[in-house]
């Protein structure tokens, strides 16, 4: 995953995408993370939050282990 993140400005997600996955589809490993863009073209929710970023990086790494 790559993120860009500029901490001076509230910042949103726009989208969500994944590379170099073979394993697991886009769709599986989208339903695992809580970092989602926000509803209506991102005016409701889709916050990035560093917290939640961290997270989602350690849930999708123990998932690829426990594969």
Do not use: C, H
Not at 31 to 50: A, C, Q
Not at 58 to 65: N, P, S
């Amino acid at each position: 995953m790559v993120y860009l993140i500029d901490e001076d400005q509230l910042q949103r997600i726009e989208k969500v995408t994944f590379i170099g996955n073979s394993i697991a589809s886009d769709d599986r490993l989208k339903t695992m993370i809580e970092s989602k863009p926000g509803f209506l073209w991102y005016f409701f929710k889709g916050k990035v939050d560093r917290k939640k970023i961290d997270e989602d990086i350690e849930k999708l790494t123990a998932y690829y282990r426990s594969l």
